[in-house]
Protein backbone atom coordinates (compact mmCIF):
# COMPACT_ATOMS: atom_id res chain seq x y z
CA UNK A 1 0.00 0.00 0.00
CA UNK A 2 2.50 1.97 1.45
CA UNK A 3 4.17 1.51 -2.53
CA UNK A 4 1.09 2.52 -4.26
CA UNK A 5 0.69 5.58 -2.51
CA UNK A 6 4.43 6.53 -3.30
CA UNK A 7 3.74 5.60 -7.02
CA UNK A 8 0.08 7.86 -6.97
CA UNK A 9 2.07 10.97 -5.14
CA UNK A 10 4.84 10.74 -8.10
CA UNK A 11 2.61 10.41 -10.81
CA UNK A 12 0.88 13.30 -9.13
CA UNK A 13 3.84 15.40 -9.01
CA UNK A 14 4.22 14.65 -12.60
CA UNK A 15 1.16 16.08 -13.63
CA UNK A 16 1.84 19.67 -11.80
CA UNK A 17 5.09 19.92 -13.90
CA UNK A 18 4.41 21.99 -16.54
CA UNK A 19 7.29 19.99 -18.75
CA UNK A 20 6.30 16.81 -18.71
CA UNK A 21 3.53 15.91 -21.28
CA UNK A 22 1.45 12.47 -21.28
CA UNK A 23 1.20 11.19 -24.59
CA UNK A 24 -2.11 9.59 -25.49
CA UNK A 25 -1.27 5.82 -25.44
CA UNK A 26 0.33 6.98 -21.65
CA UNK A 27 -3.48 8.44 -21.10
CA UNK A 28 -4.90 5.28 -22.59
CA UNK A 29 -2.42 3.01 -20.07
CA UNK A 30 -3.39 5.17 -17.05
CA UNK A 31 -7.31 5.43 -18.11
CA UNK A 32 -7.30 1.23 -18.43
CA UNK A 33 -4.97 0.68 -15.24
CA UNK A 34 -8.10 2.91 -13.58
CA UNK A 35 -10.50 0.89 -14.48
CA UNK A 36 -9.27 -2.23 -13.83
CA UNK A 37 -8.60 -1.03 -10.34
CA UNK A 38 -12.11 0.18 -9.67
CA UNK A 39 -13.44 -3.30 -11.38
CA UNK A 40 -10.97 -5.37 -9.20
CA UNK A 41 -12.35 -3.42 -5.97
CA UNK A 42 -15.65 -3.36 -6.65
CA UNK A 43 -15.60 -7.42 -7.10
CA UNK A 44 -13.68 -7.76 -4.05
CA UNK A 45 -16.06 -5.35 -1.94
CA UNK A 46 -19.02 -7.31 -3.54
CA UNK A 47 -17.23 -10.71 -2.85
CA UNK A 48 -16.32 -10.02 0.67
CA UNK A 49 -20.64 -8.74 0.98
CA UNK A 50 -22.05 -11.77 -0.30
CA UNK A 51 -19.22 -14.01 1.79
CA UNK A 52 -20.49 -12.16 5.05
CA UNK A 53 -24.66 -12.00 4.41
CA UNK A 54 -23.52 -15.64 3.01
CA UNK A 55 -22.11 -16.79 6.83
CA UNK A 56 -24.60 -14.39 8.75
CA UNK A 57 -27.96 -16.75 7.82
CA UNK A 58 -25.82 -19.79 7.76
CA UNK A 59 -27.38 -22.27 10.25
CA UNK A 60 -24.49 -22.05 12.73
CA UNK A 61 -23.96 -20.75 15.83
CA UNK A 62 -27.74 -20.77 16.34
CA UNK A 63 -27.55 -20.74 20.37
CA UNK A 64 -25.09 -17.82 19.75
CA UNK A 65 -26.37 -15.26 17.42
CA UNK A 66 -24.10 -12.21 18.94
CA UNK A 67 -21.29 -14.99 17.90
CA UNK A 68 -22.32 -15.45 14.43
CA UNK A 69 -23.05 -11.83 13.76
CA UNK A 70 -19.41 -11.07 14.43
CA UNK A 71 -18.03 -13.67 12.84
CA UNK A 72 -19.60 -12.49 9.87
CA UNK A 73 -17.88 -8.94 10.71
CA UNK A 74 -14.93 -10.81 10.61
CA UNK A 75 -14.77 -12.54 7.51
CA UNK A 76 -16.03 -9.68 6.13
CA UNK A 77 -13.35 -7.39 7.69
CA UNK A 78 -10.52 -9.90 7.04
CA UNK A 79 -11.01 -10.29 3.36
CA UNK A 80 -10.90 -6.19 2.56
CA UNK A 81 -7.79 -6.47 4.94
CA UNK A 82 -6.58 -8.91 2.99
CA UNK A 83 -7.50 -7.59 -0.92
CA UNK A 84 -6.78 -3.66 0.21
CA UNK A 85 -10.60 -2.37 -1.44
CA UNK A 86 -9.26 0.33 1.08
CA UNK A 87 -6.38 1.15 2.89
CA UNK A 88 -6.16 -0.82 6.00
CA UNK A 89 -6.29 1.76 8.10
CA UNK A 90 -9.72 2.73 6.60
CA UNK A 91 -11.15 -0.74 6.65
CA UNK A 92 -10.39 -0.80 10.82
CA UNK A 93 -12.06 3.17 10.87
CA UNK A 94 -15.14 0.60 9.75
CA UNK A 95 -15.52 -1.95 12.26
CA UNK A 96 -17.05 0.14 14.70
CA UNK A 97 -19.92 1.61 12.84
CA UNK A 98 -20.37 -1.96 11.93
CA UNK A 99 -20.09 -3.63 15.11
CA UNK A 100 -22.51 -1.19 16.30
CA UNK A 101 -25.28 -1.45 13.91
CA UNK A 102 -25.13 -5.18 13.82
CA UNK A 103 -25.73 -5.74 17.57
CA UNK A 104 -23.05 -8.01 18.20
CA UNK A 105 -22.38 -7.86 21.98
CA UNK A 106 -24.91 -9.46 24.27
CA UNK A 107 -26.79 -7.84 26.73
CA UNK A 108 -25.27 -8.16 30.53
CA UNK A 109 -27.61 -11.62 31.45
CA UNK A 110 -26.96 -13.37 28.04
CA UNK A 111 -31.14 -12.36 27.19
CA UNK A 112 -30.62 -10.05 24.06
CA UNK A 113 -28.33 -7.51 23.44
CA UNK A 114 -27.01 -4.11 24.65
CA UNK A 115 -28.70 -1.31 23.40
CA UNK A 116 -26.59 0.40 20.61
CA UNK A 117 -25.48 3.92 22.91
CA UNK A 118 -23.69 1.18 25.09
CA UNK A 119 -22.16 -0.49 22.71
CA UNK A 120 -20.93 2.77 21.23
CA UNK A 121 -19.93 3.88 24.54
CA UNK A 122 -17.82 0.58 25.13
CA UNK A 123 -16.17 0.95 21.39
CA UNK A 124 -15.21 4.41 22.19
CA UNK A 125 -13.84 3.50 25.38
CA UNK A 126 -11.43 0.99 23.73
CA UNK A 127 -10.45 3.63 20.93
CA UNK A 128 -7.17 4.93 22.23
CA UNK A 129 -6.20 1.64 24.72
CA UNK A 130 -2.69 1.16 25.58
CA UNK A 131 -1.44 -0.48 22.72
CA UNK A 132 -2.58 2.80 20.54
CA UNK A 133 -0.88 5.48 23.25
CA UNK A 134 2.43 2.76 23.62
CA UNK A 135 2.37 3.22 19.53
CA UNK A 136 1.73 7.02 20.12
CA UNK A 137 4.82 7.39 22.49
CA UNK A 138 6.70 5.29 20.54
CA UNK A 139 6.02 7.18 17.00
CA UNK A 140 6.59 10.58 18.72
CA UNK A 141 10.07 9.58 20.06
CA UNK A 142 11.08 7.85 17.00
CA UNK A 143 10.29 11.20 15.23
CA UNK A 144 12.23 13.04 17.64
CA UNK A 145 15.27 10.99 17.38
CA UNK A 146 14.69 11.38 13.12
CA UNK A 147 14.52 15.01 12.99
CA UNK A 148 17.24 15.64 15.60
CA UNK A 149 19.37 13.14 13.33
CA UNK A 150 20.06 10.85 16.04
CA UNK A 151 19.96 8.16 14.18
CA UNK A 152 22.45 9.69 11.50
CA UNK A 153 25.12 10.67 14.22
CA UNK A 154 25.04 6.69 15.68
CA UNK A 155 25.58 5.26 12.42
CA UNK A 156 28.48 7.80 10.86
CA UNK A 157 30.29 7.49 14.66
CA UNK A 158 30.34 3.57 13.99
CA UNK A 159 30.63 3.41 10.42
CA UNK A 160 33.57 5.61 10.67
CA UNK A 161 36.12 2.97 12.30
CA UNK A 162 34.88 -0.44 10.45
CA UNK A 163 37.60 -0.09 8.22
CA UNK A 164 37.30 -1.53 4.33
CA UNK A 165 36.91 -5.09 5.22
CA UNK A 166 33.63 -6.27 2.77
CA UNK A 167 32.76 -8.33 5.49
CA UNK A 168 33.08 -6.24 8.32
CA UNK A 169 31.50 -3.47 6.84
CA UNK A 170 28.22 -6.11 5.85
CA UNK A 171 27.64 -6.91 9.04
CA UNK A 172 28.34 -4.01 11.10
CA UNK A 173 25.69 -1.68 8.27
CA UNK A 174 23.25 -4.39 9.06
CA UNK A 175 23.69 -4.88 12.90
CA UNK A 176 23.48 -0.93 12.92
CA UNK A 177 19.95 -1.25 10.67
CA UNK A 178 19.15 -4.14 13.31
CA UNK A 179 19.86 -1.85 16.38
CA UNK A 180 18.01 1.63 14.66
CA UNK A 181 14.76 -0.31 14.39
CA UNK A 182 14.44 -1.27 17.97
CA UNK A 183 14.27 2.26 18.36
CA UNK A 184 13.00 4.20 15.13
CA UNK A 185 10.66 2.68 12.66
CA UNK A 186 11.55 -0.30 10.84
CA UNK A 187 10.73 1.87 7.85
CA UNK A 188 13.08 5.10 8.41
CA UNK A 189 15.72 2.90 9.69
CA UNK A 190 16.57 1.10 6.47
CA UNK A 191 16.68 4.54 4.93
CA UNK A 192 18.99 5.83 7.44
CA UNK A 193 21.01 2.79 6.67
CA UNK A 194 20.66 2.89 2.70
CA UNK A 195 21.47 6.83 2.85
CA UNK A 196 24.59 6.24 4.27
CA UNK A 197 25.51 2.90 2.22
CA UNK A 198 24.90 5.02 -1.42
CA UNK A 199 27.85 7.06 -1.95
CA UNK A 200 29.65 3.30 -1.57
CA UNK A 201 27.00 1.60 -3.51
CA UNK A 202 27.33 4.04 -6.46
CA UNK A 203 30.96 3.31 -6.91
CA UNK A 204 30.45 -0.02 -7.80
CA UNK A 205 29.30 -1.20 -11.27
CA UNK A 206 25.36 -2.39 -11.11
CA UNK A 207 26.34 -5.86 -11.69
CA UNK A 208 28.06 -6.18 -8.76
CA UNK A 209 26.70 -8.81 -6.25
CA UNK A 210 28.19 -7.74 -3.22
CA UNK A 211 25.96 -4.39 -3.54
CA UNK A 212 22.86 -6.61 -3.85
CA UNK A 213 23.72 -8.24 -0.59
CA UNK A 214 24.16 -5.64 0.95
CA UNK A 215 21.14 -4.30 0.32
CA UNK A 216 19.20 -7.45 1.10
CA UNK A 217 21.67 -7.47 4.61
CA UNK A 218 19.89 -3.86 5.67
CA UNK A 219 16.51 -5.04 4.53
CA UNK A 220 16.67 -8.40 6.52
CA UNK A 221 18.20 -7.12 9.33
CA UNK A 222 15.74 -3.72 9.60
CA UNK A 223 12.89 -6.75 9.85
CA UNK A 224 14.59 -8.89 12.33
CA UNK A 225 15.13 -5.63 14.54
CA UNK A 226 11.31 -4.82 14.58
CA UNK A 227 10.99 -7.79 16.86
CA UNK A 228 13.55 -6.96 19.33
CA UNK A 229 11.88 -4.60 21.65
CA UNK A 230 8.20 -4.28 22.36
CA UNK A 231 8.19 -0.82 20.90
CA UNK A 232 9.95 -1.76 17.43
CA UNK A 233 6.52 -3.43 15.50
CA UNK A 234 2.63 -2.40 15.88
CA UNK A 235 2.42 -6.42 16.43
CA UNK A 236 4.95 -6.56 19.27
CA UNK A 237 2.29 -3.74 20.95
CA UNK A 238 -0.88 -5.83 20.06
CA UNK A 239 1.48 -9.02 21.92
CA UNK A 240 1.63 -7.39 25.15
CA UNK A 241 -1.41 -6.03 25.26
CA UNK A 242 -2.89 -9.54 24.39
CA UNK A 243 -0.72 -11.04 27.18
CA UNK A 244 -1.23 -8.04 29.52
CA UNK A 245 -4.92 -8.76 28.83
CA UNK A 246 -4.86 -12.52 29.62
CA UNK A 247 -5.84 -13.87 33.28
CA UNK A 248 -4.96 -18.16 33.92
CA UNK A 249 -5.53 -20.22 36.89
CA UNK A 250 -2.07 -18.62 38.21
CA UNK A 251 -3.01 -15.11 37.70
CA UNK A 252 -2.36 -12.40 36.03
CA UNK A 253 0.29 -12.34 33.11
CA UNK A 254 2.98 -10.19 32.45
CA UNK A 255 6.41 -9.58 30.77
CA UNK A 256 8.50 -6.98 31.28
CA UNK A 257 10.90 -5.42 29.01
CA UNK A 258 13.91 -7.24 30.23
CA UNK A 259 12.00 -11.08 29.98
CA UNK A 260 11.17 -9.57 26.69
CA UNK A 261 14.77 -8.53 25.67
CA UNK A 262 16.14 -11.85 27.34
CA UNK A 263 14.62 -13.54 24.53
CA UNK A 264 14.50 -11.54 21.39
CA UNK A 265 17.99 -10.44 21.67
CA UNK A 266 20.01 -13.64 21.52
CA UNK A 267 17.41 -14.93 19.02
CA UNK A 268 17.87 -11.80 16.59
CA UNK A 269 21.62 -11.72 16.35
CA UNK A 270 21.83 -15.31 15.88
CA UNK A 271 19.08 -14.75 12.68
CA UNK A 272 20.85 -11.95 11.72
CA UNK A 273 23.88 -13.59 11.55
CA UNK A 274 22.46 -16.59 9.86
CA UNK A 275 21.27 -13.87 7.22
CA UNK A 276 24.51 -12.81 6.41
CA UNK A 277 26.31 -16.22 6.05
CA UNK A 278 23.48 -17.62 3.92
CA UNK A 279 23.40 -14.21 1.95
CA UNK A 280 27.25 -14.38 1.15
CA UNK A 281 26.92 -18.38 0.29
CA UNK A 282 24.18 -17.51 -1.99
CA UNK A 283 25.44 -14.60 -3.78
CA UNK A 284 29.35 -15.45 -3.26
CA UNK A 285 30.33 -11.46 -3.85
CA UNK A 286 34.12 -11.33 -5.59
CA UNK A 287 35.55 -8.23 -3.70
CA UNK A 288 38.37 -7.81 -1.76
CA UNK A 289 37.99 -4.49 -0.45
CA UNK A 290 35.39 -1.50 -0.30
CA UNK A 291 36.30 2.13 -0.44
CA UNK A 292 35.65 4.46 3.30
CA UNK A 293 32.03 5.77 3.68
CA UNK A 294 32.17 8.96 3.56
CA UNK A 295 30.70 10.92 6.40
CA UNK A 296 28.52 13.76 6.35
CA UNK A 297 29.28 17.28 7.99
CA UNK A 298 26.40 17.13 11.03
CA UNK A 299 25.45 20.24 12.80
CA UNK A 300 27.49 20.23 16.75
CA UNK A 301 25.27 18.68 19.20
CA UNK A 302 23.97 20.67 21.44
CA UNK A 303 21.72 20.84 24.46
CA UNK A 304 18.46 20.07 22.36
CA UNK A 305 19.95 16.77 20.97
CA UNK A 306 20.58 15.56 24.51
CA UNK A 307 17.49 16.40 26.08
CA UNK A 308 16.01 14.25 23.53
CA UNK A 309 18.21 11.36 24.08
CA UNK A 310 17.53 11.81 27.81
CA UNK A 311 14.00 11.99 27.07
CA UNK A 312 13.55 8.84 25.44
CA UNK A 313 15.83 7.05 27.56
CA UNK A 314 13.65 7.78 30.54
CA UNK A 315 10.64 7.43 28.75
CA UNK A 316 12.03 3.63 28.27
CA UNK A 317 13.47 2.94 31.47
CA UNK A 318 9.96 4.15 32.91
CA UNK A 319 7.94 1.30 30.00
CA UNK A 320 10.89 -1.29 31.72
CA UNK A 321 9.87 -0.65 34.96
CA UNK A 322 6.17 -0.73 34.55
CA UNK A 323 5.17 -3.65 36.50
CA UNK A 324 7.44 -2.14 39.33
CA UNK A 325 5.93 0.95 39.44
CA UNK A 326 2.57 0.32 38.73
CA UNK A 327 0.69 2.00 41.41
CA UNK A 328 2.53 5.34 40.43
CA UNK A 329 2.58 5.32 36.80
CA UNK A 330 -0.71 3.71 36.41
CA UNK A 331 -0.51 1.95 33.03
CA UNK A 332 2.49 1.75 30.18
CA UNK A 333 -0.06 4.47 27.95
CA UNK A 334 -0.28 7.01 30.58
CA UNK A 335 3.53 6.75 30.02
CA UNK A 336 3.87 6.45 26.66
CA UNK A 337 2.05 10.53 27.00
CA UNK A 338 5.48 11.99 28.27
CA UNK A 339 7.74 12.51 25.61
CA UNK A 340 3.99 13.19 23.29
CA UNK A 341 3.77 16.25 25.85
CA UNK A 342 7.45 16.91 26.64
CA UNK A 343 8.45 17.44 22.67
CA UNK A 344 5.35 19.17 21.32
CA UNK A 345 5.03 21.09 24.71
CA UNK A 346 8.46 22.35 24.92
CA UNK A 347 8.62 23.05 20.93
CA UNK A 348 10.78 20.51 20.16
CA UNK A 349 8.04 18.95 17.59
CA UNK A 350 5.48 21.46 15.71
CA UNK A 351 2.38 20.77 14.76
CA UNK A 352 3.91 19.64 11.16
CA UNK A 353 5.71 16.64 13.07
CA UNK A 354 2.43 16.07 14.63
CA UNK A 355 0.34 16.05 11.50
CA UNK A 356 4.12 13.32 10.29
CA UNK A 357 3.05 10.90 12.67
CA UNK A 358 1.89 7.33 11.65
CA UNK A 359 -1.87 7.87 12.42
CA UNK A 360 -2.20 5.11 9.86
CA UNK A 361 -0.84 2.77 11.96
CA UNK A 362 -2.40 4.10 15.22
CA UNK A 363 -6.02 3.95 13.28
CA UNK A 364 -5.62 0.05 12.49
CA UNK A 365 -4.38 -0.31 16.08
CA UNK A 366 -7.19 1.34 17.35
CA UNK A 367 -9.49 -0.77 14.88
CA UNK A 368 -7.86 -3.81 15.84
CA UNK A 369 -8.45 -3.27 19.38
CA UNK A 370 -12.14 -2.69 19.16
CA UNK A 371 -12.77 -5.65 17.11
CA UNK A 372 -10.88 -8.15 19.38
CA UNK A 373 -13.14 -6.93 22.02
CA UNK A 374 -16.31 -7.19 19.78
CA UNK A 375 -14.90 -10.93 19.11
CA UNK A 376 -14.47 -11.53 22.62
CA UNK A 377 -17.66 -10.20 24.21
CA UNK A 378 -19.99 -11.85 21.53
CA UNK A 379 -18.67 -14.87 22.61
CA UNK A 380 -16.74 -15.93 19.59
CA UNK A 381 -13.60 -15.93 20.70
CA UNK A 382 -13.96 -18.57 23.17
CA UNK A 383 -16.09 -20.60 20.43
CA UNK A 384 -13.18 -20.75 18.38
CA UNK A 385 -10.42 -21.37 21.16
CA UNK A 386 -12.55 -24.09 22.23
CA UNK A 387 -12.68 -25.72 19.27
CA UNK A 388 -9.15 -25.33 18.08
CA UNK A 389 -8.16 -26.56 21.06
CA UNK A 390 -9.76 -29.82 20.63
CA UNK A 391 -7.91 -29.93 17.46
CA UNK A 392 -4.60 -29.77 18.71
CA UNK A 393 -5.62 -31.01 22.60
CA UNK A 394 -3.68 -34.14 21.45
CA UNK A 395 -0.79 -32.52 19.78
CA UNK A 396 2.59 -31.45 22.15
CA UNK A 397 3.50 -27.98 22.89
CA UNK A 398 5.81 -28.19 20.03
CA UNK A 399 3.44 -29.39 17.94
CA UNK A 400 1.05 -26.42 18.74
CA UNK A 401 3.79 -23.80 18.30
CA UNK A 402 4.53 -24.92 14.99
CA UNK A 403 1.18 -25.07 13.51
CA UNK A 404 0.50 -21.56 14.74
CA UNK A 405 3.94 -20.14 13.83
CA UNK A 406 2.85 -21.88 10.29
CA UNK A 407 -0.43 -20.37 10.21
CA UNK A 408 0.86 -16.35 11.00
CA UNK A 409 3.92 -16.54 8.43
CA UNK A 410 1.62 -17.86 6.01
CA UNK A 411 -1.03 -15.55 6.53
CA UNK A 412 1.41 -12.60 7.84
CA UNK A 413 3.13 -13.10 4.07
CA UNK A 414 -0.03 -11.84 2.06
CA UNK A 415 -1.46 -9.13 4.33
CA UNK A 416 -0.38 -6.81 6.84
CA UNK A 417 1.73 -8.27 9.71
CA UNK A 418 0.08 -6.09 11.63
CA UNK A 419 -3.40 -7.23 10.78
CA UNK A 420 -2.20 -11.06 11.32
CA UNK A 421 -1.13 -10.47 14.44
CA UNK A 422 -4.71 -8.58 15.50
CA UNK A 423 -6.52 -11.46 13.74
CA UNK A 424 -4.32 -14.71 14.98
CA UNK A 425 -3.26 -13.90 18.24
CA UNK A 426 -6.36 -12.98 20.29
CA UNK A 427 -7.21 -16.62 19.11
CA UNK A 428 -4.47 -18.46 20.24
CA UNK A 429 -4.40 -16.85 23.61
CA UNK A 430 -7.87 -17.93 23.88
CA UNK A 431 -6.80 -21.34 22.78
CA UNK A 432 -4.36 -21.25 25.69
CA UNK A 433 -6.87 -20.63 28.84
CA UNK A 434 -8.83 -23.62 27.02
Not at 168 to 182: A, E, N, P, R, T
Not at 394 to 420: D, P, Q
Request: hydrophobic share 50%; proline share 4%; aromatic share 12%.
Amino acid sequence: WMIREKAKNSYLFIQDDDSFDLSSSDDRKLSSYSKFTIIKNVTFFLFAIIVALVTNFLPILEEEPCARRCLSILIFVSILWATEVFPIYITALMIPPIVVYMEVYPSNNNIGVLPRDQIAARLISKFFSNAVLLAFGAFTMSAALTKYQISYRLAYAILGRVGNNPKVVMIVMMLLGWFLSMWISNVASPVVCVSIARPLLQQMPHTSTYAKVLLLGIAYSNNIGGMTTPIASPQNIIALQTIQSTNTTRGHISISWGEWLAVSIPYSISCILITFIVLWIIFRPKIEKVQDIPTKQLDPITFHHVFVVFVCIFTIALWALNAQLIDYLGSVGITSLIPVFVFFGLNYMDKQDFKNLEWDIMMLLAGGVMLSDAIDESHLLHILGLNISKIVMHTSKWETLLIFGSFIWLFGNFISHTVAALIILPVSDKVHNC
